[in-house]
């Protein structure tokens, strides 16, 4: 399975924004973007005016990195989307959200996405009752996602549970963190997903 495996916290300078691909590191003032909020390299500090296809480009490689997509997958999610009928920036958010590693994640079982995608790789996580281990795994409403029994001893899995009960959890998702299982209830609307992008300046980009 093809994957970044560099810094990670230099993406997030190179795109400007926090992505919170850290997990709770992002959240201190540890965070190397509290401290070097500018692009990675020795002209990092200059200041320059995006064009048009520029600001398309940066918003298409934050999503990308945001999920965890490399450029071949990212692009077919987005050749499915166009084909389907609707507004192809909603779907596009659709496909990527319903993917099992944001999943885990979104129901607060980890706290990045890379740890969900672990999580999901060594064989932890259960799609209605049966062992999933394919990160890219689709669900569909209904589906019934848990961590398995014997994995939820896991030390950052219990402290992401109990992380996650202080906060507000997405309201297209039924968890129940006691029990380390939710239910996948339905596609989120636009609006339910806190994107710091323009994901229209994405579809702009693919259209050309």
């Given amino acids: 399975m093809a994957r970044y495996t560099g810094p990670v916290c230099r993406l997030c300078r190179r795109e400007g924004m926090k992505l919170y691909l850290k997990g709770q590191k992002c959240y201190t003032d540890k965070c190397p973007f509290e401290k070097r909020p500018y692009a990675p390299g020795q002209h990092g500090m200059r200041r320059t005016k995006l064009t048009q296809y520029a600001i398309q480009l940066r918003a298409k490689q934050a999503m990308k990195r945001i999920y965890g997509v490399l450029e071949r997958q990212f692009r077919r999610y987005f050749e499915e989307a166009s084909r389907r009928k609707g507004v192809t920036g909603e779907i596009l958010v659709k496909i990527v959200e319903s993917r099992l590693d944001n999943v885990v994640y979104r129901m607060g079982f980890a706290f990045s996405r890379a740890q969900a995608r672990q999580l999901v790789r060594h064989g932890h ?30 030390p950052f ?19 129940d963190l006691d029990n380390f299982r939710g239910v996948f209830s339905r596609y989120p609307e636009m609006d339910e997903v806190d994107l710091p992008i323009d994901v229209q300046a ?7």
């Fill in 125 to 154: 996580v259960l799609v209605n009752g049966r062992k999933v281990d394919i990160p890219s795994y689709r669900l569909k409403p209904g589906d019934i996602v848990e961590i398995r029994e014997k994995s939820r001893s896991i």
């Fill in 157 to 175: 899995v219990r402290e992401a549970v109990e992380s996650a009960k202080d906060r507000t959890l997405p309201k297209w998702l039924d968890v």
């Fill in 202 to 208: 994405i579809v702009e980009l693919y259209s050309k």
